[in-house]
């Protein structure tokens, strides 16, 4: 994973907002904010944490959740956003060199995290 100040865009295109994007991750937040994969990423997170009850410790199942996005990505970028004093996150993008890997990527996942 790189370790960006600020958001580089797409590597493919050079478009902050493309269709090469899988999912755009808040990490600070624990929640995806948009791609093709938010919504199965932010069910599968709900999932997981309904799951662990009230003494869960969420810091490994969300990097483990993290990790598979960034192993079926070609290229990921990670960057902090500074909207005023307490009001800071990190973020992760994750993109694929194509339309079919991104389709493929998404596929694999789904079927991955389906109960």
Same mark, same amino acid.
């Given at each position: ?39 199965? *990423?932010?069910e599968? @997170? ?15 199942? @969300?990097e483990?959740?993290?990790e ?10 990670? +960057?902090? *956003? ?8 990190? +973020? ?12 493929d ?7 991955f @995290?389906?109960?």
């Amino acid at each position: 994973m790189e370790d960006e100040e600020e958001q580089q865009g797409c590597p493919f295109c050079k478009k902050e907002d493309c269709e090469h994007l899988l999912v755009h991750i808040d990490l600070t937040f624990r929640r995806a904010e948009g791609g093709p994969l938010s919504e199965a *990423l932010n069910e599968k @997170w709900g999932q997981i944490t309904d799951e662990g009850g009230d003494d869960f410790d969420e810091y490994e199942p @969300w990097e483990e959740l993290i990790e598979m996005c960034l192993d079926v990505g070609d290229f990921d970028e990670t +960057y902090g *956003l500074d909207f005023g004093p307490g009001a800071a996150s990190k +973020y992760t993008d994750v993109f694929c060199s194509s339309s079919e890997r991104l389709v493929d990527a998404v596929r694999k996942l789904k079927e991955f @995290w389906e109960p």
